[in-house]
T-cell receptor
Framework: DGGITQSPKYLFRKEGQNVTLSCEQN?????MYWYRQDPGQGLRLIYY???????QKGDIAEGYSVSREKKESFPLTVTSAQKNPTAFYLC???????????FGPGTRLTVL | GQSLEQPSEVTAVEGAIVQINCTYQ??????LSWYQQHDGGAPTFLSYNALDGLEETGRFSSFLSRSDSYGYLLLQELQMKDSASYFCAATLSGGATNKLIFGTGTLLAVQP
């Protein structure tokens, strides 16, 4: 089955630690996106990538970093510089021919 | 700035029709999408309007008026399973990138 996977579903980290969230897709989509969602809020764009080895900052990139070494993978690192990292993180991908984004199941990160 | 406004909550009864409105202020507007998100889940695509008018997909319809910077999602024959958050999202054409800017979401509660 084609789709997007994110792991783990729940993640706990101590304050000051970097943590990397996984996102993998086998939909052969070129574009991939990372969003953050806070309770009762909409989705805010952190980073996005249109092609391998290229990515751009979204609206709230500070304290985050990404890489796109493979088409299938777009991991997000939440660094210790992110002041309020506890949130629900969603990864999405999109083919070039449509505007529809397909979302993974999300990772709920809690920083203690 | 770029923003999309939606009502925060809507309540309706089973079998009824409900309309969720969305007004937007964006530059480089390309189209309007609607996504459904059940509590704790991933957003799933419902509908997309690139042109003015009504798009119908089963019980769901979506409307766009570019001149009014306005759209709505119409849900008919409401079912309990339709209780969820609904987000409008504007596709922005920025070079090779089609970013999505999400509204803050409308929580729909369907009552028996």
């Amino acid at each position: 089955d084609g789709g997007i996977t994110q792991s783990p579903k729940y993640l706990f980290r101590k304050e000051g630690q970097n943590v990397t969230l996984s996102c993998e897709q086998n939909l052969n989509h070129d574009a991939m996106y990372w969003y953050r969602q806070d309770p009762g809020q909409g989705l805010r764009l952190i980073y996005y990538s249109q092609i391998v080895n290229d990515f751009q900052k979204g609206d709230i990139a500070e304290g985050y970093s990404v890489s796109r070494e493979k088409k299938e993978s777009f991991p997000l690192t939440v660094t210790s510089a992110q002041k309020n990292p506890t949130a629900f993180y969603l990864c999405a991908s999109k083919s070039g021919s449509t505007d529809t984004q397909y979302f993974g199941p999300g990772t709920r990160l809690t920083v203690l | 700035g770029q923003s999309l406004e939606q009502p925060s909550e809507v309540t309706a009864v089973e079998g009824a029709i409900v309309q969720i409105n969305c007004t937007y202020q964006t530059s480089g507007f390309y189209g309007l999408s609607w996504y459904q998100q059940h509590d704790g889940g991933a957003p799933t695509f419902l509908s997309y309007n690139a042109l003015d008018g009504l798009e119908e997909t089963g019980r769901f319809s979506s409307f766009l008026s570019r001149s009014d910077s306005y759209g709505y999602l119409l849900l008919q024959e409401l079912q309990m399973k339709d209780s969820a958050s609904y987000f409008c999202a504007a596709t922005l054409s920025g070079g090779a990138t089609n970013k999505l800017i999400f509204g803050t979401g409308t929580l729909l509660a369907v009552q028996p």
